[in-house]
């Protein structure tokens, strides 16, 4: 074990040995990160009872809105990006995910604005608040009970939607998620119901029991993902609006969790531009300066190299009820891991599987938020502990 210059203590490269080791991962994991991500499934049923304990009927009372803007940030404001994407491309009404304080300009009476925050006290979820008030827009709060959020909530005389904070808010996605779909389906906007629901825990479920601890890394896939990261710089990218929306929380896990920098985002986007990532110094030309009559193991990694996670996403719905067709996705996705193979870059897909749009994300977010925390564990890292974050909001405040 080494110590950073800010005290922070891991190591450079990663243990893989330690991951097969239940005792050694639970001292090295002492605020229980593995456990709260194993909450998932548990998470999305409470949030499904709280939410139909709320009287949401005020909500729909003046019909279907203008627009629906979800006010938060990080894991909050991941939400709105689930509920764009679950509604789909024929949602009725524009669904705007807000990451700044306040809410836009042109927000008004006619709109419904949703303010997320896991502790209830983010500024971008309680300024949000406050302008949907001050603006006559319908209001919703989703966040920690008894909390600065609650209190602007009840001020606007909103419905408040209580979810108690169990977990640290990276964990917290399934908790916070539910809430907002199911505001969204009081607005007539999702199709979610008690099944989806169900079918989803259910699948976080049996993900949790396939990555647990006791697990060893060659029948666990979020060990073997994670010791396939190490060392390397990760490029996540999802093959349709969905798997986007699980590459970006991946990004978001690995950055948090393992402090690992990560490129993430969606195959169409990076096909116009970064897929040329494969082809530079950590790519193919790192490659092509191997020598190829030289040991594997002596030359396997000379310098930090890429590696690609490929979340694809077979779709649900008909070619005409999506932004762009399965076919042109599914070409695409084979494209890029034919460009990685040439490249000598190596490239795991993770390959959504569910009934609904709902389950199908979550099977893609389960195994790569454990594979986070594994590695984070690998290198000797606590999860939860990330010195830099309370570093910053002492700076920023100050």
């Not at 008030?133 to 709060?141: D, E, K, N, Q, T």
């Not at 986070?372 to 910053?392: F, K, R």
């Amino acid at each position: 074990m080494m110590e950073g210059t800010a005290g922070v203590s891991g190591r450079r490269d990663a243990d893989e040995s330690l991951l097969d080791d239940p005792d050694a991962l639970a001292e090295r994991d002492p605020g229980g990160m593995l456990r709260f991500t194993a909450s998932a499934g548990a998470q999305v049923r409470e949030s499904a009872a709280l939410t139909a304990e709320t009287n949401l009927t005020a909500l729909a009372d003046d019909g279907r809105p203008r627009a629906v803007v979800i006010a938060g940030i990080g894991t909050a404001g991941r939400t709105g990006d689930v509920l764009a994407t679950v509604a789909g491309p024929r949602c009725p009404v524009p669904v705007i995910p807000h990451r700044s304080a306040g809410v836009p300009g042109w927000v008004g009476a006619a709109d419904v604005v949703i303010a997320v925050s896991a502790s209830g006290r983010s500024p971008e979820a309680l300024g949000a608040a406050e302008a949907a008030h001050r603006r006559g827009a319908r209001l919703v709060a989703v966040g920690a009970p008894d909390s600065q959020l609650q209190a602007a909530a009840e001020r606007a005389r909103a419905p408040f939607i209580p979810v108690p904070r169990r977990a640290p808010a990276r964990a917290s996605l399934w908790a916070l998620t539910v809430p907002v779909l199911l505001a969204a389906r009081t607005l007539g906007l999702v199709k979610v119901n008690e099944a989806d629901l169900a079918e989803t825990a259910a699948r976080l479920d049996a993900d949790a029991d396939r990555c647990r601890a006791t697990a060893e890394s060659f029948v666990n896939p979020a060990k073997s993902l994670a010791l396939g990261l190490a060392g390397s710089i990760p490029i996540v990218w999802g093959s349709s609006p969905l798997a986007t929306v699980a590459a970006r929380r991946f990004g978001d896990t690995l950055s948090a969790n393992a402090r690992y920098p990560v490129v993430s985002g969606a195959l169409g986007e990076a096909g116009r531009g970064r897929v040329g990532l494969l082809d530079g110094v950590f790519g193919g030309l790192a490659e092509g300066m191997r020598d190829i009559f030289a040991d594997q193991e002596e030359t396997e990694v000379e310098g930090t190299r890429l590696r690609l996670v490929l979340l694809r996403d077979g779709g649900l719905n008909p070619e005409d009820d999506a932004d762009e067709p399965l076919a042109v996705e599914e070409r695409r996705a084979d494209a890029v891991q034919t460009l990685a193979e040439r490249r000598g870059v190596r490239c795991d897909v993770v390959t959504a599987e569910g009934g609904s749009a709902l389950e199908r994300l979550a099977s893609l977010v389960a195994v790569p938020d454990f594979a986070s925390v594994y590695l984070a564990l690998a290198h000797g890292l606590d999860p939860m502990a990330v010195p830099a974050i309370t570093e910053m909001k002492e700076l920023a405040n100050q």
